[in-house]
């Protein structure tokens, strides 16, 4: 056997191969590596279009709790000023029932006090009529008495 034939056989057999592959075997495979590449680049942009959609909706919930945070704040002070009005509200109203009652009460007292002494009056003209019935020693007649007591009140 000649080496230069079986080179030369090898050679044309390589080549056959080698343009087999090149019709068959190679484009089914640069085409599924040529999807694979257009797939992670998709993956990529997909990626990256994620990443900016999530620091926009980072900052629309930063922006959303600085004005909720806000609101709060604001409500918290409406509440603060409503409970002290409320307060002064409710002590103004105590301190005009205190006063009313602290009035009916001196009216109340004025009144007894009145009362009180009026009857004491009645009492001390009987006792004079009484003690004077002694010291003359003789009774006066009702209509008497009556006018003498009138006229004690009267005086005092």
């Known amino acids: 056997m000649n080496i230069n034939a079986t080179l030369l056989g090898q050679a ?47 900052t629309k919930v930063t922006n959303s709790l600085i004005q909720a945070k806000k609101e709060a704040s604001i409500i918290i002070e409406q509440a603060e000023k409503r409970y002290m009005q409320i307060l002064n509200t409710a002590k103004c109203e105590a301190e005009k029932e205190s006063e009313r009652i602290i009035l009916q009460a001196q009216a109340k007292i004025n009144l007894q006090y009145k009362q009180l002494r009026e009857q004491l009056n009645k009492e001390l003209v009987m006792l004079v009529i009484t003690a004077t019935e002694k010291v003359l020693e003789q009774s006066l007649d009702e209509t ?10 009267a005086q005092l």
């Open 12 to 58: 044309i057999a390589f080549i056959i191969f080698v343009m087999f592959c090149m019709k068959y075997v190679w484009p089914p495979l640069i085409n599924i590596i040529e999807q694979r590449q257009k797939e992670i680049a998709d993956e990529l942009a997909l990626i990256q279009n994620e990443k900016k959609e999530l620091i926009s909706a980072q």
């Open 144 to 153: 008497t008495n009556k006018e003498i007591i009138n006229k004690s009140l």
